[in-house]
């Protein structure tokens, strides 16, 4: 079952590579926010105006990151069908290198603000070509598999953020917290040389280059009648998951290391015991946060292939919305909270590892790219509302935060209610 052959596991790799450096650079910002907001804005690290400040702009610049995300994800979607998986994955990992790393020369927050947008545009444009490639690439039998082995990348990349940022933050530099957020930024870098694997060993899909002519492709396409409820289903399912990851994911260096000063503030630690808290508490919460999203991920291969995609997704929601309850709701130690993050891994971020093989499956070869993006995407124009408004409620302190994130629960409850429009493809052959 888990065989492919030599090429098979190099595209898979290199798709691999593609989707966990795009997490990877992508959440750099929430490491080194606490470091980097008030650094720009000329506050003093720690102060209260510092702590509202860093609270506020990680909210706005995660939607305007889930913003430019979208855009990113809906053009190179399309892109993605005419000119080619193989080469949309390069020109992308390129642009969200080049973007993360040029954020540690923002000389304020607003030249921060752009160069994330640039991130942003190529890190949305990855997805739908990585997807596409291993989707085209894999048997039959095996699509589920390598789909849900592609999306282990992404909690990957986020142990890779987190042991960066430790190390650089948290040892490297930890005396001069001013500067160290910049090297943080400067291993954007590290796709770019990703980039040249794809670049020398993966070539073009069959089934997209005996198509012949791509030019035609149109995102209009998507809302006729053939294949309008291929893209309601995804559309729907992907706002939801996206929706609710990034209301509780964006927040979690945020949440622990407030829950970390409070914490070091009672036993009465020094400002330098506080930081290695601090950054103890981020590592501790996010490692179990992504361990739980690893191992959802890869259930999703038994869930998907025994029980069906309808039934798939409405145990995640179900779940997603229990273990956020359990984790903000309850009355818990401090350290507890970080430790119930696992839970929250398992089935918000789990459930992400459906999308690599479901939306590909919607689609037709030839709108393939267009339809996996814009489902994929597009929904984060409205998951870009949830981190706004949870970091200006969060603005006001931690235990705020913790409050609003309880409400977050909410939302996988109401993606119950879509299940009647969610098409399911178990079984189905790649169209």
Known sequence: MWYFTR??????????????????????????????VPTLLGLPLGSPAAKQATLYWTGLLTSVLLLGWAAGGVLFGLVCDRIGRTR??????????????????????WWLLCFRVVASLGIGGEWAA???????TMPEEKRVEAGALLYTAAPMGLFLATFVNLQVAGRWFADDPETSWRYVFLFGLLPAAAAFIVR???????????LGEHSD??????????VRSCTISGFLMAVIALLTWWSCNAFIPVVSGGLARAAAEAE???????????????????????????????????????????????IYWVASAAAIFATFGLDLAPQTRLYLYFGIGLTVFGVFGSFTYYLPELFPTRLRGTGA?????????????GPFLVGAIAARGTSAAVDVLFYVGFIPLVGLLFMPWVIETRGRALA
């Open 373 to 385: 993006g814009f489902c994929y995407n597009i929904g984060r124009v409205v998951a870009a509302t």
């Open 268 to 314: 009465g630690l020094g400002a330098s015991a506080t930081l290695a808290l601090v950054e103890q508490w981020k590592t501790l919460a996010t490692s179990w946060f992504n361990l739980g999203g690893l191992i959802g991920t890869l259930l999703t291969i038994p869930a998907a292939k025994l029980l069906g995609r309808r039934a798939m997704f409405a």
């Open 130 to 136: 990585g997807a596409a490639m291993v989707a085209e």
């Open 217 to 226: 492709v149109r995102l209009r396409e998507l809302f006729t009648p053939a």
């Open 88 to 109: 949309t994955l390069l020109i992308t990992m390129l642009l969200y290198a080049v973007g993360t790393a040029a954020c540690a020369f923002a000389p304020n927050i």
């Open 200 to 210: 020398l060993f993966v070539k073009e899909p069959e089934r997209w280059r005996s």
């Open 7 to 36: 090429y098979q596991w190099t595209v898979l790799f290199a798709a691999w590579l593609g989707w966990g450096f795009d997490v990877f650079d992508g959440l750099l910002f929430n490491y080194v926010a606490p470091n980097c």
